[in-house]
């Protein structure tokens, strides 16, 4: 089984996160770039369209390189892959399923919006008028979608049993208390 492999070979869920993780950075960008250019038109984000704190200047300036993203994304791979190493494999399981879950539902959010945009531009008249959404709105959605997923990732723990889908759930829901909290967050309005 798959997650066997990956318990078993730490080095493997490092690589894995970090391409899901390069995904994750690589659609908010190209998302951004359309937003710029036509999204804009029919939908504003109050505060630009990158919800997470650390990386919403490198998201405005589309940043492709950035030092502090492939710093995180070194550190993390590294650390998954050491902590595999030492930790007992039912907890490095639950870690795994955290680390490699979590930014899963991140990407397939971006596939949704990513959807979007091709549907706009393949028929421009497909979305009319203008929806104007708040920072806190845009952080809530997100922290719903996410708990959502993260009671999927319970569901499945409960027809397999395997504490992967534990970590899923924990994280996601660890991840649902953030994005609410930031929805608290007082936003500069010149930014976009």
Not at 155 to 183: E, K, P, Q
């Amino acid at each position: 089984m798959l997650i066997d492999a990956l318990v078993a070979n730490p080095w493997l869920v490092a690589l894995c996160w970090g391409m899901l993780s390069l995904f994750d950075f690589s659609a908010t960008l190209i998302y951004s770039k359309a937003y710029r250019e036509f999204l804009s038109a029919s939908i504003t984000y109050e505060g630009g369209m990158e919800l997470n704190p650390v990386f919403e200047k490198d998201v405005q300036k589309l940043r492709w390189f950035s030092p502090r993203y492939i710093l995180s994304l070194l550190v993390v791979g590294f650390l998954v892959t050491f902590i595999g190493g030492w930790f007992p494999s039912l907890a490095f399981e639950l870690l795994a399923g955290m680390v490699l879950l979590l930014v899963l539902s991140i990407d397939l959010r971006h596939i949704e919006n990513l959807s979007a945009v091709w549907f706009m531009r393949s028929d421009p008249n497909s979305f009319k008028g203008k929806v104007e959404q708040s920072y806190a709105l845009s952080q809530r959605r997100v922290a719903v979608a996410t708990l959502n997923i993260g009671l999927l990732y319970l569901i499945v723990y409960f027809l397999v049993g395997r504490v992967f889908f534990v970590g899923g759930a924990v994280i996601c829901a660890l991840f649902a208390v953030r994005h609410f909290l930031l929805s608290r967050r007082k936003i500069s309005k010149t930014a976009v």
